[in-house]
């Protein structure tokens, strides 16, 4: 299948400052792909040419089979785009920012937007000066869930809303998923991008350093295994380990958790957990360098 998104080597320089250095991502038809990296890792630029909205240095790029430099009318009617930091109009009521973005589209889901705005506790009679963050927040997550598009680019899309509200974002996503539509997910959240996404793309300077699905993404970084035992235990074990007050702790590799787990069983280890590496520590390898 053609992939929705299309990058190759894409470079956006600032004068002299370089945002985005080389950068290769694809998403595929149907897929929920996150997009990770702190602040100044290029991912709102690379966004940003997504929508049409800069031009790229170098580099080739496809939206929806479409270049978005080229095309950005055409593709930007196809795409709903939340930002995090979301600029509306003070004076129209909720209803009416929904009216405009619908004609500006040129197409939508009434009845979709009236079941959402319910299901977000958005009061769209009331006017954007009196909302707070969290519900103009929701305005667009309406608008953005509701229209009739096959690509959803959402840019930390949850800034404002409490936990509760970000339940149902995520219920939202995977129904957008389940319906055959794309979502490409950038957000600092990694508890939330790993319980939607399938795919991730982790970017640092600009550049890719990590990318593929999810599953496969885990077996690269060591699972965390821990055991009450005695010390003696320890000598057998093919990876270092800690034992504080009887209680053993050790990283180990993909290949090697059946062998460790066999050598505990063995030992009569009690309390046994192994939990698979998270997105987190998929992440933060990838930083502590620069956090150092």
Known sequence: MTPVIEIDGLVKRFGAFTAVDGLDLRVEPGSVHGFLG????????????????????AGQVTVL?????RHAA?????????????????NLTGQEVLDALGGLRGRRDE??????????????????????KGNRQKVVLVAAFAAPTDLLILDEPTSGLDPLMEQLFQRCVREASAAGRTVLLSSHLLAEV???CDTVTIIKDGRLVESGHLTDMRHLAASTVTARV?????????????????????????????TVLGILA???????????????????????????
């Open 111 to 132: 009845e979709a937007e009236r079941r959402l705005a319910t299901d977000f506790a958005l009061d769209t009679r009331r006017r954007v000066r009196t909302y707070s």
């Open 230 to 258: 005695s010390g003696v235990v320890v000598d057998r074990l093919p990876v270092p380990a800690v034992v504080e007050a009887g209680l053993l702790r050790m990283s180990v590799p993909r290949d090697l958790v059946p």
């Open 266 to 292: 063995e030992a009569d280890a009690q309390d046994i957990t192994c939990m698979p590496a998270r997105l987190e520590d998929l992440f933060l390898r990838h930083y502590a360098v620069a956090a150092r």
């Open 65 to 69: 089979g479409l270049d978005p430099a």
């Open 74 to 90: 055409e593709v930007t009617r196809q795409i709903s785009y939340v930002p995090g930091d979301v600029a509306l109009w003070p």
């Open 194 to 196: 790993e319980d939607v």
């Open 38 to 57: 702190p602040n100044g890792a290029g991912k709102s630029t690379t966004i940003r040419v997504l929508l049409g909205l800069y031009r790229p240095t």
